[in-house]
């Protein structure tokens, strides 16, 4: 009874090895029929079905937009250099208070770290396909202005992510705005 036992197992072992075999082999033919090319970058969680009519919408910004964007990009830099040029007077005046020193150089602290942080929120955003991005850290949450024909459910989702894996920030306080 035991040599049987071991007959119907060993069986039953190769029997399944046989299909594991031939279900890679369907899956790989299928696999090699599609041309491959050595190197290609592929995205991860961003696949983006569209008509070419679509993609020729998305791929040019309207002037408009590009305009604010250009306009948006010098407004923010003007006001954050202008806090950094004030603090930098609070540094240089000598009869200025310890405590006013110390606050200008939170502030200044501050204000670099958000600006790195922007930026790389930006960054990542653009990477994942949008043609541009704005994004705004304020006491209130993180505000992310992308062009309004980009904006869809999906993308939503991934400026969500974009911003939570660089910004310690809920979802309810991110705002996504189309430009």
Not at 23 to 32: G, K, L, P, R
Not at 86 to 101: H, T
Request: glycine fraction near 4%; include cysteine.
């Amino acid at each position: 009874m035991k040599f049987q036992k071991r007959y119907v197992i060993s069986a039953a072992i190769l029997l399944a090895l046989g299909a594991a075999v031939y279900v890679n082999w369907q899956f790989n033919s299928t696999a090699a029929s599609t041309p491959k090319e050595l190197g290609a970058a592929s995205y991860v969680n961003a696949t983006v079905a569209c008509t070419d009519d679509e993609a020729v919408e998305t791929s040019a910004l309207s002037k408009e937009q590009r305009n604010y964007f250009a306009t948006e990009r010098t407004k923010r830099q003007a006001t954050q250099d202008k806090v950094i040029d004030e603090a930098k007077e609070i540094f240089d005046l000598e009869n200025a208070d310890e405590g006013e020193v110390s606050e200008a150089q939170k502030k200044v602290e501050q204000i670099l770290k958000n600006f790195t942080i922007q930026d790389s929120i930006e960054s990542i955003i653009k990477a994942k396909g949008f043609s541009e991005c704005m994004c705004y850290i304020s006491d209130d949450g993180v505000t992310v202005v992308v062009p309004e024909s980009e904006l869809n459910d999906s993308t939503a989702l991934i400026i969500d992510d974009a911003v939570i894996s660089h910004y310690d920030v809920s979802y309810e306080n991110i705002s996504i705005v189309g430009a």
